[in-house]
Structures are given as C-alpha cells and as structure tokens.
C-alpha cells in the first residue's frame, strides 16, 4: 500500500518538474535573445586626431555621404568600417582609396582587388572633392565610435551574414518552433510510458494473490485509467502546454503581424522593406523622394533601384525580373496600397517637413515589413482625431508665430491642428 502511495508522489513530482522546466524553457526563448554586446577597447592610432571638433566634422561627413551604404558596427552594402584603419594597408592608401576607389582597384592593388571581389564587384562612389583633413576626421570619427563600440541595443542584427558581429548570435525562430514541438513529442511520450507503467504495475499486483482488501481497493481504482486523465496533474500539464502554447502563438502574432490587420497585396516583385529599410537602413526618402517635398511620397523608379542592383545580388531571380524591367523600359506595375478617395487632399510634406511626423506614426513599423500592409484606417474619423490631440509644431517656425500669440491670448491649451484650421472641410476636401 505504501508503495503505491510513494508511486504516486513521485509521478506528480515528475509531471510537475517538468512543466516547470517546460514553462521556464519557454519563457527563456521568448525575452532572453538579447545578445550582450562585448566591447573591443582599441588603442588610438598615430595620425587619426581625437579631438571632438574632428569627430563632429566626422560624424556629419559619415551620415552625408556614408551611410547608404557603410556603418561602423555592422556590415552593410560595403564593409563595417570599425577599425579600418588598422585592417587597410594604410591611412594613404585609405585616403586614395575614398577618393576614387576604381583607380586604386585597376592599379592591381591586392588588398582593394581582394575588398572589391568580396564585395560582389560593387562600385564604391568616388569623393574626389574631399580635403585630407576631412578624410582625416571622417577617419576620427570612425576610430572614436570604434572605440565606443557596438550601441548596446543589439536589435539589428549583422544582415548578409557574411561577418560575424561582434554580438552573440540568436537562435533563428525556426529552430526554437523545431525545439518546441521535439519538446512536447517528449512529454507525450512520457504520458504513454507513464500510462503504460501502470496499467503493467495494477495487472502484476493483481495478479499477486497475497493482496487484502484494502489493497486492492488502493490498487485498482489508484490506477483506474480515468481517474489517471482526471489526475490533478494530468489536468495541469494539459492546461499549462494549452496556455503556453496559445501564449507563444500570440506573441508570435504580435511582433509579426502588428495588432492591426491591413490590406497588404502581395507585389509583383519581392520587394521587402525589412530588407531594404530595416537591415540595411536605407532612408526612406532614398527611395520615396517627393515625401519631404510634395504632396505624393513617390514610388521609386527603377533608376533607383539599379543604382544598387547594378551590382548588387544580380544573380537573383528577383533582381534579373528587375534588370530585365529596367532594360526593357517597362515600368513595374506596384500594386497600390494607401489610397483616399479622390474627394480627399492629403499632403506629405505638409505632415512630414512641416508637423514633423514621423511615417511610422501614420504606417506603422515598415522598416519590419516583408510586405507593406495597411496600418491605419485612414478614415475622415483618424484624421480628425488626430488633428484635435495633435500640437502644432510651432517653434521656430515664423510662419506660427502670430497665429501661436493670438492663441496664447485666447486659451491656455496647447496649440493644436484644430486651433489652425485643421477640421475646415475646405483644407480636406476640395
Ligand atoms: C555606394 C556605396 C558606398 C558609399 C556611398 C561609400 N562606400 Fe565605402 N565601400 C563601398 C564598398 C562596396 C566597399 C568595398 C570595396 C568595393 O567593393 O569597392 C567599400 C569600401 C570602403 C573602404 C575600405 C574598407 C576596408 O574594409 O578596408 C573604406 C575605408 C570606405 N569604403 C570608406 C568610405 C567612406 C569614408 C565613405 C563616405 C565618404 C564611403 N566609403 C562611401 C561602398 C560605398
Ligand atoms: C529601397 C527603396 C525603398 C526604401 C528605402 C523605402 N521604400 Fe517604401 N516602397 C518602396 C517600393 C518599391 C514600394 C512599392 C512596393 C511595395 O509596396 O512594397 C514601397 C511602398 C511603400 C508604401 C506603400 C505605398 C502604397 O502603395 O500605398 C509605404 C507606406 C512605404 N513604402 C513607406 C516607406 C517608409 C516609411 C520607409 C522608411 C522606413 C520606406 N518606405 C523605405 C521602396 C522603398
Ligand atoms: C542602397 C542600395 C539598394 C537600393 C537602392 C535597392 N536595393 Fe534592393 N537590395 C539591396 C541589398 C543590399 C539587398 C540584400 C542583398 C542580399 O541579400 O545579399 C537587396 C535585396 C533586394 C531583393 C531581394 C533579392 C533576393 O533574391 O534576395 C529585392 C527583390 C530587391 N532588393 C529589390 C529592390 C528594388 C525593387 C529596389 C528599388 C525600389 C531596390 N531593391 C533598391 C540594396 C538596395
Ligand atoms: C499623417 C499621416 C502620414 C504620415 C506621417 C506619412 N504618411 Fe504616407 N500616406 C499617408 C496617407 C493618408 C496616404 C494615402 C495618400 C493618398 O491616397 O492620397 C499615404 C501614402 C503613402 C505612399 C503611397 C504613395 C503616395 O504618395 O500616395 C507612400 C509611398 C508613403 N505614404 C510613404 C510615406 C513615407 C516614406 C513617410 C515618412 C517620410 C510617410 N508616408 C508619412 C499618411 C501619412
Ligand atoms: C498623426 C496625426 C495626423 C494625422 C493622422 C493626420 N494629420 Fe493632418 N496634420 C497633422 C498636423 C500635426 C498638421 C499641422 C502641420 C503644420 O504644422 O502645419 C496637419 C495639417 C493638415 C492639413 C493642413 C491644415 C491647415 O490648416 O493648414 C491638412 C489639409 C491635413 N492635415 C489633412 C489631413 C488628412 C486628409 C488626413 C487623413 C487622411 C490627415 N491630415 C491625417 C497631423 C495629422
Ligand atoms: C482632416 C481632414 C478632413 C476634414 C477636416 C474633413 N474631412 Fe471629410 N473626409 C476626409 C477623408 C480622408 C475622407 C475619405 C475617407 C472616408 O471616406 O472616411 C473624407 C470623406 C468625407 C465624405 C465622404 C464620406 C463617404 O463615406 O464617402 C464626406 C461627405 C465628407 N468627408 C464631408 C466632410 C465635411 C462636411 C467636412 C467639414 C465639416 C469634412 N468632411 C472635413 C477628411 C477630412
């Protein structure tokens, strides 16, 4: 009798265990990825200035010319540039090299001929205007954010996968889903193996003559089939992989689709802006010019494009459909996804130069979109709300001024698009 009650215990301690370490296996792979960012303290190189004037002058030269296609940390159309310095033959051959690279390559030069190769034959533009000590500081720059190291926020992740980043490495999604459904193939295969125990351990005990009645009364119904599935433990280890199932499904559903569920066609080319300006960052107004300009954002021609996919990943079915497009002077017919109707003016530069609004407010986070999809209503009713809470960027603009004094008179509210005319049908609608 002692023993059956032990027998039982310790199944419950074992589906208990279990679980546990089930719900903490799981909870791990939902909020423990963030890699820690080991920082690599280099020493300052003979030659580079360090002074912050240099390194400011730098930083703007990087981020004007630079960043379409280089960072420091991560590598992005050309190389991560942190430490280059150290890595290129030297600080003139740096300079020549940023000032026309195509001569430094068809000079034979080892090093560039090998960078060019490994780069897929990309062209890097020439910047024959710049000065030495301008070089000299962009250099600054580099070595003083090399130095600083990766920005703690790992949430970008080394695109290409070519280098290996200086972070740890996350286990890709299909991998943990892999892991999950090894891990409750498992469990279920202990349930059998449990079941299957007692059912062996009740017909042997029965068996056993030597058993009184109490015995056999704990044995059989201790054992009984359906008072196993209606087990208290049973019960909870069904409950948990539902719940815990159901919750990683949900937050699965979160990051990838966004709470909102939007128009999102699928295009005629693969086109993705996780791609494009998520991993690789590029500017939203590289591609959508007319954003800060005009009333359309524009869709980017294809001279856009082949600016990169000259040289980039032709080998691509994708890109050849593109090169092919772009020889051919055939326009890709995008399918449209935000449209108003014709009776309603909506205006671009109006929202993003002038109310500085950022597009994610208005399109949610495209820069983590395979495809774009619809993320606002885009109603008359989201317009309106949005022009009664929003405040008017008013500083530093002349042009508010006396419109902000003679609101300041009237009321203590903040300024709003309401307070500027914005809910007249006639601004809206022509
Ligand atoms: C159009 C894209 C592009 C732009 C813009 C660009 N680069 Fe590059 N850069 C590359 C590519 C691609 C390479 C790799 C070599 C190659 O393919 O020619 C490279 C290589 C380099 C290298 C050598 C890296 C190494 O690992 O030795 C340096 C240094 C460099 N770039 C600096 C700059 C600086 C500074 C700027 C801005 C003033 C700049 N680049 C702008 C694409 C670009
Ligand atoms: C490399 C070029 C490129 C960059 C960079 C880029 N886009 Fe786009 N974008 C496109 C192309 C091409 C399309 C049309 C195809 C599609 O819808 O995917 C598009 C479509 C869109 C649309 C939907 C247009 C419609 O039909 O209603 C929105 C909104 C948009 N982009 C916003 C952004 C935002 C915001 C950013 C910056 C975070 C950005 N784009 C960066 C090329 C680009
Ligand atoms: C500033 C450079 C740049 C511009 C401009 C650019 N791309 Fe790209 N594109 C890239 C890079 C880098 C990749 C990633 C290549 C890789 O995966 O190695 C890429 C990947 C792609 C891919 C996926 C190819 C594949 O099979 O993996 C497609 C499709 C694509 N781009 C289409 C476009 C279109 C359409 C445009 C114009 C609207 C465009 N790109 C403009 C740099 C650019
Ligand atoms: C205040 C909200 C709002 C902001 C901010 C905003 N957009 Fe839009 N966007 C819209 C609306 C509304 C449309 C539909 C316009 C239409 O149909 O006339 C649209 C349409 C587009 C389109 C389709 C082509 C076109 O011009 O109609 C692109 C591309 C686009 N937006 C990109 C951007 C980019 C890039 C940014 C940031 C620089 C941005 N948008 C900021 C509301 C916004
Ligand atoms: C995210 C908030 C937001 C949304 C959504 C929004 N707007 Fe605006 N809108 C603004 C702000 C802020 C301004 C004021 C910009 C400025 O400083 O002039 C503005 C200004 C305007 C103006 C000029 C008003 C004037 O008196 O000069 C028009 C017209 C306009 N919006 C139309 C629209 C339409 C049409 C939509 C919907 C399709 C829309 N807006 C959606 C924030 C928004
Ligand atoms: C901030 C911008 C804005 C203002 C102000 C505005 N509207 Fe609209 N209105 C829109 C937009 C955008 C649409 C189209 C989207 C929709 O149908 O909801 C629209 C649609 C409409 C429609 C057509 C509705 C339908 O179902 O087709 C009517 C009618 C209308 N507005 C009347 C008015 C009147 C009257 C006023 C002034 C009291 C006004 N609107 C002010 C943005 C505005």
């Known amino acids: 009798m002692t023993q059956n009650m032990t027998l039982k215990r310790s199944l419950t301690r074992v589906l208990l265990a279990l679980s546990l370490s089930g719900f903490l296996f799981i909870s791990n792979q939902s909020f423990g990825q ?3 960012a080991d920082t690599a303290a280099v020493a300052s190189q003979g030659g580079i200035p360090t002074d912050a004037a240099s390194i400011s002058e730098g930083e703007s030269l990087f981020k004007a010319n630079c960043t379409t296609c280089h960072r420091v940390h991560q590598k992005l159309v050309g190389p991560a540039l ?3 310095y150290n890595r290129a033959p030297s600080i003139e051959w740096i300079k020549n090299f940023i000032w026309n690279s195509s001569k430094v390559i068809a000079s ?3 090093y560039a001929v090998s960078l060019y190769d490994e780069y897929n034959k990309t062209q890097m533009t020439a910047f024959p205007t710049f000065k030495e000590e301008e070089i000299m500081s962009l250099l600054a720059y580099i070595q003083d954010e090399t130095n600083k190291g990766p920005a703690t926020a790992s949430t970008t992740t080394t695109p290409g996968g070519g280098e290996g980043g200086a972070g740890g490495e996350s286990i890709p999604a299909g991998y943990l889903n892999a892991i ?13 193996v449990l079941v299957l125990i007692t059912t062996i351990l009740r017909r042997y005990l029965n068996q056993r003559g030597d058993l009184d009645e109490d015995d056999k009364k704990i044995v059989n119904p201790a054992f009984d089939f359906d008072k196993f599935i209606k087990s208290k433990p049973v019960i909870f280890l069904t409950v948990f992989l539902f719940t815990a199932i159901a919750f990683k499904v949900v937050i699965n559903q979160l990051y990838a689709v966004g709470v909102q569920k939007g128009y999102a066609p699928k295009q005629p080319i693969a086109f993705s802006h996780k791609i494009h300006a998520g991993d690789y960052q590029i500017d939203c107004q590289y591609c959508h010019t007319g954003v800060r300009k005009s009333k359309s954002a524009n869709i980017p021609s294809l001279n856009i494009c082949m600016n990169c996919h000259s040289q980039v990943k032709t080998s691509s079915p994708q890109i050849q459909k593109l ?3 772009y020889e051919n002077n055939d326009p890709i017919e995008w399918v449209r996804i935000h449209n108003l109707p014709d009776l309603a003016y909506f205006n671009h530069s109006q929202h993003v130069e002038v109310g500085e609004i950022e597009c994610q407010t208005c399109h949610g986070p495209i820069e983590e979109m395979e495809v774009v999809r619809q993320h606002s209503l885009l109603t008359m009713g989201w317009c309106i709300d949005c022009h009664r809470k929003t405040e008017v960027n008013a500083k530093g603009n002349e042009y ?3 419109l902000l004094e003679l609101h300041e008179e009237e009321s203590k509210d903040a300024m ?3 307070d500027i005319g914005g809910l007249e049908c006639s601004k809206c609608h022509y």
């Open 34 to 36: 963030e890699a820690a």
């Open 82 to 84: 942190e430490d280059v």
């Open 108 to 110: 034979g030069d080892d």
């Open 180 to 192: 999950m459904v090894g891990l409750i193939i498992v469990l279920i295969l202990i349930f059998v």
């Open 323 to 325: 090169t092919a497009a």
């Open 400 to 402: 508010y001024d006396n």
């Open 416 to 418: 709003t698009v309401e």
